[in-house]
């Protein structure tokens, strides 16, 4: 049965009901206790089906919030972080794990340098012993070879130079070694101290990221088909909250038999006639269908809401404990995932400082090779002198014959330790080069890691992660309070639709009684007065009524029904079927 608005009577009537004639007053007034009941009740239903709707759509709104979640900026950000975290780590490790090639070569290196740097050093060192000897041998022949002692003296000046040079030489050599093992040391120390835990680290988070991503999956499709089935639940309780119209129904035609008994009361004072019998019979017939009717329809909603929230209980139940699980199974991994970086942040900053000052060590290993290099040239120079002089040492004595002979033995002693010397440099560039290739190649490998400073990244992922984790928890919040709440009003309502369907029952002897009283009225003889009839059945907003009315007064109805109004559609919209 649909209804029309509700239309709402002057109270004019229902006081002239309760004038003279007490039967009619008393019938009167026991037709307005139920439709007062049901007007109360029926409101309090709605009520509760609206509130319940509200709480629906909001157990609706936070599963796909839920499911929304795990495809958020948030989420996926922090999961393309931990992806590009766990890509560098596990170069880190890669690089941990093939060991510090270049400075354990600079490590040889610098100590195969040991070998021709003490021999340049014993060469200088002869040079000079050598030199001091010749100017003894020099002073030897007599004051008029002062150019043979300018020689011998310069000799000795080029071999303390040269002396300076190589202790230069070797003090750089020392302070590389320094460096170098300073260097491997700092790398063995991080490499045995956090080599380990990074690689249980990138293990967690490859493990973990597996993990979120396929709970990630199936939360979504949970959360998903869960608003699905709220939405379902939310447009049958739209159709529940349409269907209890028919209090409003049932309340307007109650109306209309008071109307009819007011119109009977203000007869009171007449000798009953025909009008008034019609009248008597009138609500007779009008309270009785609207018994039944009411009766029926109010099974028909106690069913309806029944079946309703027994469906409403199982779908808020199995959807807040599927979403629970989910969340709560989501939320273990992305906790852990969370706590995984949060223990990689300070790793992967130490591991930096520590690529830092390996860089500054490497820097500082390339400029003590230039500085070896430029005493190197040095030497070389000096070296040549050297040479220079023996050939010129060489050139006096055969000047002085037979008195030089000693002079003549220094002077090819010279030209020896010259070669040695030279021979000796020759040997420390070329493993000099060798070092400045180590070091090139230390200095490559360290740029694969400009511009990737990823130190700050683990805690902006972790703040992320906890920002979904603070999201969803509130959503689950919001589920484990909305769906009991929702449940409570269901329950209320079905029990309001048990007691109004009970208290229905007891029209049976209202309609008797009004049935009574028309048989006893129907003695009298009159016309009818088709006026007060006619106003009557303007007033009715049933088509059903209009039907009985005519059929008892036999009225040929002049105008065609009015048509039902549709049924509402909208079902995932509360809005829709609330206003």
């Given at each position: 049965m649909s209804a029309l608005p509700a239309v709402r009577f002057s109270e004019g009537p229902t006081e002239a009901a309760q004038g003279t004639n007490p039967d009619v007053a008393a019938l009167a007034a026991r037709v307005a206790q139920p439709r007062e009941e049901i007007e109360r009740a029926f409101l309090a239903?709605?009520?509760?089906?609206?509130?319940?709707?509200?709480?629906?759509?909001?157990?609706?709104?936070?599963?796909?919030?839920?499911?929304?979640?795990?495809?958020?900026?948030?989420?996926?950000?922090?999961?393309?972080?931990?992806?590009?975290?766990?890509?560098?780590?596990?170069?880190?490790?890669?690089?941990?794990?093939?060991?510090?090639v270049e400075f354990e070569q600079l490590a040889e290196t610098t100590h195969a340098l040991r070998a021709p740097l003490d021999e340049t050093?014993?060469?200088i060192r002869l040079l000079e012993l050598v030199a001091i000897n010749a100017r003894i041998v020099a002073a030897a022949l007599g004051t008029s070879q002062t150019d043979m002692m300018a020689f011998t003296e310069e000799m000795i000046q080029i071999s303390r130079g040269a002396k300076a040079t190589v202790g230069k030489i070797t003090n750089v050599q020392g302070r590389v070694a320094r460096t170098v093992a300073e260097s491997l040391q700092l790398q063995g120390d991080f490499g045995r101290d956090y080599a380990s835990t990074?690689?249980?680290?990138?293990?967690?988070?490859?493990?973990?990221?597996?993990?979120?991503?396929?709970?990630?999956?199936?939360?979504?499709?949970?959360?998903?088909?869960?608003?699905?089935?709220?939405?379902?639940?939310?447009?049958?309780?739209?159709?529940?909250?349409?269907?209890?119209?028919?209090?409003?129904?049932?309340?307007?035609?109650?109306?209309?038999?008071?109307?009819?008994?007011?119109?009977?009361?203000?007869r009171s004072g007449e000798t009953p006639g025909a009008t008034v019998a019609m009248l008597w019979r009138l609500a007779s017939a009008q309270i009785q269908s609207t018994n039944t009717d009411f009766l029926d329809e109010i099974r028909t909603l106690h069913s309806a809401i029944d079946l309703l929230r027994d469906d409403a209980g199982q779908v808020l139940n199995d959807g807040t404990s599927r979403a629970g699980k989910s969340i709560a199974d989501s939320s273990l991994a992305l906790a852990a995932l969370a706590a995984d970086l949060q223990s990689l942040g300070p790793l992967l900053r130490k591991e930096a400082e520590n690529r830092a000052n390996a860089q500054k060590l490497s820097e500082s290993a390339a400029n003590a090779m230039s500085e070896m290099l430029a005493q190197i040239d040095q030497l070389e120079r000096l070296e040549r002198d050297v040479r220079l002089?023996?050939?010129?040492?060489?050139?006096?004595?055969?000047?002085?014959?037979?008195?030089?002979?000693?002079?003549?033995?220094?002077?090819?002693?010279?030209?020896?330790?010259?070669?040695?010397?030279?021979?000796?440099?020759?040997?420390?560039?070329?493993?000099?080069?060798?070092?400045?290739?180590?070091?090139?190649a230390a200095r490559r490998r360290a740029s694969q890691f400009e511009g990737?400073?990823?130190?700050?990244?683990?805690?902006?992922?972790?703040?992320?992660?906890?920002?979904?984790?603070?999201?969803?928890?509130?959503?689950?919040?919001?589920?484990?309070?909305?769906?009991?709440?929702?449940?409570?009003?269901?329950?209320?309502?079905?029990k309001q639709t048990r007691e109004i369907s009970a208290g229905g029952r007891n029209w049976s002897d209202l309609a008797e009684a009004i049935t009574s009283a028309g048989i006893e009225a129907q003695a009298a003889d009159g016309g009818v007065d088709e006026a007060a009839l006619g106003t009557i059945r303007s007033h009715?907003?049933?088509?059903?009524?209009?039907?009985?009315?005519?059929?008892?007064?036999?009225t040929v109805p002049t105008t065609p029904p009015k048509a039902e109004p549709p049924p509402a559609t909208d079902g995932d919209d509360i809005d829709a079927f609330l206003f």
């Open positions: 239903m709605g009520g509760n089906l609206v509130a319940a709707a509200r709480l629906l759509e909001a157990v609706s709104g936070a599963h796909r919030a839920m499911a929304a979640e795990f495809e958020g900026e948030d989420f996926l950000s922090a999961v393309s972080s931990i992806d590009a975290l766990r890509s560098e780590v596990g170069t880190i490790i890669s690089a941990m794990s093939a060991g510090n050093e014993k060469a990074m690689a249980t680290i990138a293990q967690h988070l490859e493990g973990h990221l597996r993990l979120v991503e396929a709970q990630r999956v199936q939360a979504a499709d949970h959360a998903k088909r869960s608003a699905g089935l709220a939405a379902s639940i939310g447009a049958r309780i739209g159709d529940a909250i349409m269907a209890t119209q028919v209090g409003d129904g049932t309340r307007q035609r109650l109306e209309h038999v008071e109307e009819i008994l007011a119109r009977i009361a203000e002089l023996g050939l010129n040492m060489a050139v006096r004595c055969s000047g002085l014959g037979d008195r030089a002979s000693g002079l003549r033995v220094i002077a090819a002693e010279v030209g020896g330790l010259a070669r040695d010397t030279s021979a000796a440099a020759t040997k420390v560039r070329g493993i000099l080069a060798g070092a400045q290739s180590a070091i090139e990737r400073d990823l130190t700050g990244a683990p805690l902006a992922a972790s703040g992320r992660l906890e920002a979904v984790l603070s999201r969803l928890s509130t959503n689950t919040q919001l589920l484990a309070e909305s769906c009991p709440k929702a449940s409570v009003l269901l329950d209320a309502t079905a009715y907003t049933m088509h059903k009524e209009r039907e009985i009315h005519d059929r008892i007064t036999g």
